[in-house]
């Protein structure tokens, strides 16, 4: 149990397009959802809390016009990363806080996202 | 803030060592997990560990809240248990949001 997804694994976009990545929940319902962002050899930074059916908060120096959330339902969670440029290149990683449950996070696979 | 810092950040073993990965935290917190970062970038959990002691197989971890650290040990150590250990604590009571360790990078030699 607690599986989560992520969608796509990795892309490679060019400078100035816009991407999404897609978060899921497979088997639980998720009160609360995380992105975060990794970079070669750092360790995990949060980016953003995401609650179902309210805005995401942004953690401080991150662009919320930028770094788009949704959370449309109790099961997906969604980035968009708009106007990608070189240095937004990483790894994002997505976790998931069970309804219900504790503060357990799960996390899914993450996305390693290129810029060229 | 909550200031996370882990130790050794870097490790080599032989197959078969055991080792101790420490989890010093600067102030107080309500949760704490241990992860595995494998060399693919999964994050697959370890513990879920506030305080006490737990085991799974060869691995285990114990908290001590009251002095602010959490240690992780790996018994028998295999070539599959290499790559970066993050322990995460809960930033402030109730947010949920976890501030992540500096990590331990492990290699295991056959």
């Known amino acids: 149990g607690a599986v989560v997804s992520q969608h796509p694994s990795r892309v490679i976009c060019k400078s100035g397009t816009s991407v999404k990545i897609e978060c899921r929940s497979l088997d639980f319902q998720a009160t609360t959802m995380f992105w975060y962002r990794q970079f070669p050899k750092q360790s995990l930074m949060l980016m953003a809390t995401?609650?179902?059916?309210?805005?995401?908060?942004?953690e401080q120096g991150v662009e919320k016009d930028k770094f788009l959330i949704n959370h449309a339902s109790l099961t997906l969670s969604t980035l968009t990363v708009t106007s990608a440029h070189p240095e937004d290149s990483s790894f994002y990683i997505c976790s998931a806080r069970e309804r219900l449950a504790g503060a357990e996070q799960y996390f899914g696979p993450g996305t390693r996202l290129t810029v060229t | 803030g909550i200031q996370v810092e882990q130790s050794p950040p870097d490790l080599i073993l032989q197959e078969g060592a055991n080792s101790t990965l420490r989890c010093n935290f600067s102030?107080?917190?309500?949760?704490l997990q241990w992860f595995h970062q494998n060399p693919w970038g999964q994050l697959i959990n370890l513990f879920y560990i506030p305080s006490g002691t737990k085991q799974n197989g060869r691995l285990s971890a114990t908290t001590v809240a009251t002095e602010r650290y959490s240690l992780l040990y790996i018994s028998s150590s295999q070539t599959t248990d290499s790559g970066v250990y993050f322990c995460?604590?809960?930033?402030?009571?109730?947010?949920?949001?976890?501030?992540f360790g500096t990590g331990t990078r492990l290699k295991v030699l056959a």
């Open positions: 102030d107080s917190v309500n949760n």
């Open positions: 995460a604590v809960e930033r402030a009571s109730g947010t949920y949001k976890y501030i």
């Open positions: 995401s609650n179902e059916g309210s805005k995401a908060t942004y």
